[in-house]
């Protein structure tokens, strides 16, 4: 199993603190939940039906003239590499372990690029996994970029897989508008902007054909009837998707100054999180969960996630870590 964020209940007990008296900011999901209204008692009696036009309101929201409804991005992750025969892989690292591991669990030859190589290195590639804005740096990439390593991938029949789970607090960066070309695939999650991880909602953005082969690798029923409810709703709600943009980057650089003050500067962020490295990045973590707040270490890249605080009191608590954490070091 991967590790991944908001592992509350294994930090509750590796350092012996119930979970309600926890600061979790572990993950990359917003801290401001979209209000998911009351049900109809017969969504949940009768199967998922898919001409329920999610789809649609899907391509108006993301701006991509086809959409197909997954469980969750990871879905599309997993069942991506079951499409190709074998195939030489590239993932630009670093970023989120799943897709690396879901090529290679599907018997492809995968390898690591970092953007430094890649030029010289995507003539021996098939498939370009991106993430981006990146998960956990930040780091974020420049369609023009992107677009030219698509088209000659593309070339020769080969794959741009665009992982843009952390973009909808920048929207205009988006590729979604493009995946009419062949051989581009963009995936995009509901959970983290809408704070509605628990739902299990994503969308791939692709070519018609090509999400066809998708929607049968994943059978039928793949979204319940309850998601999709919640998913047409979200991604009708202009005005809060409005709001939420506007807080959430607000949210965000108010944690970058923070960080900073705190003497952990020079890092990256975007919308939902902020990056730093640090020599010290472990000790920051092991001190920080001492004190009841949960962030992300990522040990190989003597790195840290940060994710957004909600309310006052969340901010107040974790400045009073970071300054306890400093008080330490002197």
Request: charged share 20%; net charge neutral; glycine share 10%.
């Amino acid at each position: 199993m991967l590790e991944h964020g908001g592992r509350l209940r294994e930090a509750a007990r590796r350092f012996k603190r119930p979970v309600e008296q926890w600061l979790d900011l572990s993950t990359g999901i917003s801290p401001f939940a979209w209000p998911v209204p009351t049900l109809p008692q017969s969504i949940w009696q009768r199967l998922p039906e898919t001409d329920d036009n999610l789809s649609g309101v899907a391509c108006d929201y993301y701006g991509a003239p086809a959409a197909l409804p997954v469980a969750g991005s990871q879905a599309a992750i997993q069942a991506l590499p079951l499409l190709r025969e074998n195939s030489r892989v590239g993932v630009l690292e670093p970023t989120y372990a799943e897709h690396a591991e879901a090529w290679r669990r599907a018997g492809h030859a995968v390898r690591s690029v970092t953007q430094a190589e890649l030029p010289q290195l995507l003539g021996e590639l098939d498939v370009l996994v991106v993430v981006n804005p990146n998960n956990p740096t930040g780091r974020r990439l420049d369609a023009e970029q992107l677009l030219g390593w698509h088209a000659e991938l593309a070339a020769r029949a080969g794959w741009l897989v665009v992982d843009e789970a952390f973009m909808d607090v920048t929207p205009e960066h988006s590729l979604g508008g493009y995946t009419d070309r062949a051989g581009l695939i963009v995936l995009r999650s509901l959970g983290k902007f809408f704070g509605l991880a628990g739902v299990r909602l994503g969308f791939a953005l692709a070519q018609p054909a090509l999400l066809q082969s998708l929607e049968q690798e994943l059978g039928p029923w793949a979204v319940s009837g309850p998601a999709r409810a919640v998913g047409l709703a979200a991604l009708r709600d202009a005005s809060t998707q409005q709001l939420w943009r506007y807080r959430l980057q607000n949210a965000s650089e108010r944690l970058d100054a923070l960080l900073t003050q705190a003497g952990l500067s020079g890092g990256a962020g975007c919308g939902l999180f902020q990056w730093r490295e640090s020599e010290r990045a472990e000790q920051l973590y092991l001190n920080l969960a001492r004190q009841g707040v949960l962030v992300r270490l990522f040990p190989a890249l003597n790195g840290l996630r940060f994710g957004l605080p909600h309310h006052q009191r969340d901010w107040e608590r974790l400045e009073q870590a970071l300054n306890t954490r400093m008080r330490k070091r002197q």
